[in-house]
């Protein structure tokens, strides 16, 4: 008897939500229609300097060309190669050295200074110098992205090792796990949410630093595309890239914030 | 001798004030199948003995023996049941039961087999694959239990199991524990603060002082077996009741 009314009194209260969610989307995309448009309008009757902010429809176009001629495809993949060996390796040798620090506590002592150090210091300073010794290149690229992402990761690993639960350790130990095998079953799985949290700040860090360093050394990639469109004042063409590289950000940033639910499903 | 032997053991930690002894020369022995609980209390050095006996720490001096084999280190004829459950977050409720019999050489359906049969006996059938997080105390506990339980050990260790669950739970998991226990003839040394609970489920009660923690009395419980909680009211548990109260209060 009740069986046909359920699925009613079930779909009844959520579709409120979903109503209101729809239409809290709805006033966003039309806010970002008006904003559009009048920029367009604007752009288009010279009220502000085109030189500075161009048009949409204008960085639309410029935007497609690249899309069309390869062109994004080609700078998109010498930027992300670079990108992508320089957060996995900072990511490796981060989470090895953190965990290591955290897990051998007079050895956490002894490095934690140059770790402290390594971090406050603003490791743009090192661009000149990486440059310097490596040139213009793929190696100085990808030590860059490095530099910057490997100390958050450092970090949160030390902090995820040096946090185990005395608890689990002893539990751990009581059922006969030796101190090699406590590493792997305790440590690591304990730390894991301080990794995630790491490798979450190092994927979006590493795309500030590879753009930063192509403005300076990169004979391509998104972001010495960005600095020559600039220094050309190819202003539609600069707002093009840029949008590009925010796309891929964006894509970035939700990819780790899928990554961090899908690893943490147990909490 | 079957049971365990423990020869005036003694335990002192350093601190920034000096050596502070926890454990002055505790000597008793327990017999294959017995229950001995150890009441005391808190932080009279109870929960040092039952890490000592789990080979998490070792004692200044003194000996310890499980049928006849001296207790050096952690090993699987000994398994523990701790007050915050000790259970691994990232693991599920069957998960946390293999992970106590993974370093032993079991086979994986020997090892599935018995975590099975541990997990029904706790009764938590059917939540096999939830998460400690999405378990109320008292179940996180059993797990616990189950885990200790399926590795069969001679020596159940359990300190203050049912401390950190609520009063009405406690009362059922007791009589459960107890069932189980006298069921499978486990040797257990269980340490509380609570008098009841020593006395219920136990078939002897050490008495400890304060630190440094020596035994004040060793009272046997002459209360049959299988026991339900019913037994809390008769006027013989009373009286032993107040008799161990008396002991720990004539201590302060």
Not at chain 1, 106 to 116: E, H, L, Q, R, S
Request: charged share 15%; with cysteine; net charge neutral.
């Amino acid at each position: 008897m009740s069986m046909p009314e359920e699925p009613a009194l079930a779909g009844d209260p959520s579709a409120k939500p979903s109503d209101s969610r729809r239409g809290t989307r709805l006033v966003s995309i039309a806010l970002l229609v008006v904003i559009l448009v009048a920029w367009e309008v604007a752009g288009r009757n010279k009220l502000i300097n085109p030189f500075f902010l161009s048009w949409p429809s204008a960085i639309g176009d410029e935007a497609w060309k690249m899309l069309i001629s390869g062109e994004l495809a080609a700078n998109l993949w010498i930027t992300g190669y670079a990108y992508l060996i320089g957060v996995v390796l900072a990511c490796a040798f981060g989470s090895i050295l953190g965990l290591a620090m955290g897990w051998w506590r007079t050895f956490g002592a002894i490095i934690d200074p140059y770790v402290v150090f390594f971090s406050a210091m603003p490791r743009v300073a090192l661009f000149p110098v990486l440059l310097m010794i490596f040139g213009i290149g793929d190696v100085s690229r990808i030590l860059i992205v490095f530099i910057g992402v490997v100390t958050p990761i450092i970090f949160n690993a030390y902090v995820g090792a040096k946090q185990t639960p005395q608890l689990l350790v002893d539990a751990a130990r009581v059922f006969g796990y030796g101190s090699r095998q406590l590493f792997r079953v305790v440590v690591l799985p304990a730390a894991l949410p301080y990794l995630i949290a790491g490798v979450r700040t190092g994927v979006t860090l590493g795309m500030i630093m590879i753009v930063v360093a192509e403005f300076f050394g990169a004979s391509s990639g998104l972001g010495q595309k960005i600095a020559v469109t600039a220094q050309l004042y190819q202003t539609p063409q600069m707002y093009a890239w840029v949008l590009y590289t925010s796309l891929v950000a964006l894509v970035l940033v939700r990819g780790a914030d899928y990554f961090e639910r899908w690893a943490m499903r147990w909490t | 001798m079957d049971g365990l032997d423990v020869e005036s053991i003694c335990k002192s930690f350093r601190t920034s004030h000096g050596t502070l002894p926890v454990i002055d020369r505790i000597s008793f022995s327990q017999s294959q199948g017995e229950v001995v609980c150890i009441v005391g209390a808190s932080g009279s050095g109870k929960t040092t003995l039952l890490r000592i006996l789990a080979g998490l720490e070792k004692p200044d001096s003194g000996s310890l023996r499980l049928a006849g084999h001296p207790v050096e280190g952690p090993g699987p004829e000994r398994a523990m049941i701790f007050q915050q459950f000790g259970l691994m977050p990232w693991l599920t409720v069957l998960e946390n039961v293999l992970f106590g019999l993974a370093p032993g050489g079991l086979s994986e359906e020997e090892k599935l087999a018995r975590a099975r049969d541990a997990i029904e006996r706790v009764h938590l059938g059917g939540f096999e694959n939830y998460h400690p997080k999405a378990l109320s105390g008292g179940m996180q506990q059993r797990v616990g239990i189950a885990r200790a339980l399926a590795v069969r050990p001679r020596l159940l260790l359990c300190d203050e199991p049912f401390a950190a669950v609520d009063a009405i739970t406690r009362q059922l998991m007791q009589t459960d524990l107890l069932n189980i226990v006298t069921q499978q003839k486990s040797t257990v040394l269980l340490v509380t603060h609570d008098i009841e609970e020593a006395l219920f489920l136990g078939d002897r009660v050490l008495v400890f002082s304060s630190r440094p923690a020596r035994l004040l009395r060793d009272v046997k419980v002459d209360i049959p077996k299988p026991r339900s909680h019913e037994v809390r009211v008769t006027p013989e548990f009373q009286a032993m009741r107040g008799m161990v109260w008396d002991i720990l209060q004539a201590n302060q």
